[in-house]
């Protein structure tokens, strides 16, 4: 299995091919936040780059604040068609989002956070669409990610690329530092909101832990099992920020969801804890002994009030972290991975989103 790599972190406006163009089953996943200050974020799947005069636009989804609603529409030899506003206003100003867009025979189909929002019948025909377009003053978007047939390799345009990729074999991964909320190319976010055939549904709710199935803006302190357990490969993506009086937060992968579980992984980060400044203490916990912690790291890569993307993998000697795309520390397994079902995440954080896979 192969991860193809994803546009991370592309300075707005973005405009950037689609790579084998828009097929049924074609999906592209945007993840972003739209700040307090703005209004306004645009998607447009266009037949060719330019804004000025803007191109063929099959769909163009327009989030508009001011006006609490999401518009979709299409624009055709310099006329726009008529305007579709239903479905409410699923974003939130300040707070992350995932969009998909699926492809399908007679219609595009859109899902915000896991959640069926709309469809819009095709206007312009599909096989027409070649150019992905995303436009916000203001706005952030932290990846784009295009699967399903024909969807590999990055698409050319103005694009900033993670620096990393990475491929599983029999044995995990050869390269770590994967791109944050990577999915795999060819196929469906797994419990995402979309399903891979046959008549469209909302997905029904999913445990906390389904794998591929973000939990957005969950509480903290956060206790869910890690549905399947841990295995080489597996792969935990934590998305937040710091408190901005932060002292200290701590993420443990425990064989266990009660106090008094053992810990295979205490990952506790201490802005200022008694003699620790800008640390990160790792430590297992076993029958109630703490074992030797582990402080050294090459950077301290946390700020309070500063958003960071923390991804733990399991490999089948050591447990891999990276945050913001840059590798952090090994730990060696001193609990069999396979006992660990739980993960908590407590302290001086604010969760934007959690994601097995």
Known sequence: MAYAGSVVNPPLPYIGGIPGGMTDGRQIIIQGTVPFHENAFTINLMSGSSLNPQSDTALHFNIRFNENCAVRNSLQNGSWGSEERTGGMPFQKN??????????????????????????????????????????????????????????????????????????????????????????????????????????????????????????????????????????????????????????????????????????????????????????????CQNGSWGAEEKQLPYFPFMPNASFDMIVLVEQNQFKVTVNNQHLFAFSHRIPFQRVDSLVIKGDVRLSQVRFQ
Do not use: W
């Open 95 to 284: 707070y992350p989002f995932e969009i998909i867009i699926l492809c399908q025979h007679h219609h595009f189909k859109v899902a915000v956070n896991g959640k069926h929002f709309c469809e819009f019948r095709h206007r312009i025909a599909k096989h027409q669409v070649n150019t992905l377009a995303v436009i916000s003053p203001a706005g952030q978007v932290s990846s784009i990610r295009f699967d399903g047939p024909g969807a590999s390799g990055v698409p050319h345009g103005k694009i900033k690329l993670g620096p990393f990729s990475f491929e599983f074999g029999n044995h995990g991964p050869q390269h770590h530092n994967p791109p944050p909320m990577a999915q795999p190319a060819g196929g469906f976010p797994q419990g995402g909101g979309f399903q891979p055939a046959g008549a469209f549904q909302p997905p029904p709710p999913q445990p906390s832990g389904y794998p591929g199935a973000p939990m957005m803006n969950p509480p903290v302190p956060l206790v869910t099992p890690i549905q399947g357990g841990l295995y080489p490969g597996k792969m935990i993506n934590i998305s937040g920020v710091p408190n901005p009086t932060a002292t200290r937060f701590t993420v443990n992968l425990q064989c266990g969801a009660y106090e008094g579980s053992d810990i295979a992984l205490h990952f506790d980060v201490r802005f200022q804890a008694g003699a620790d400044y800008n640390v990160v203490v790792r430590n297992s």
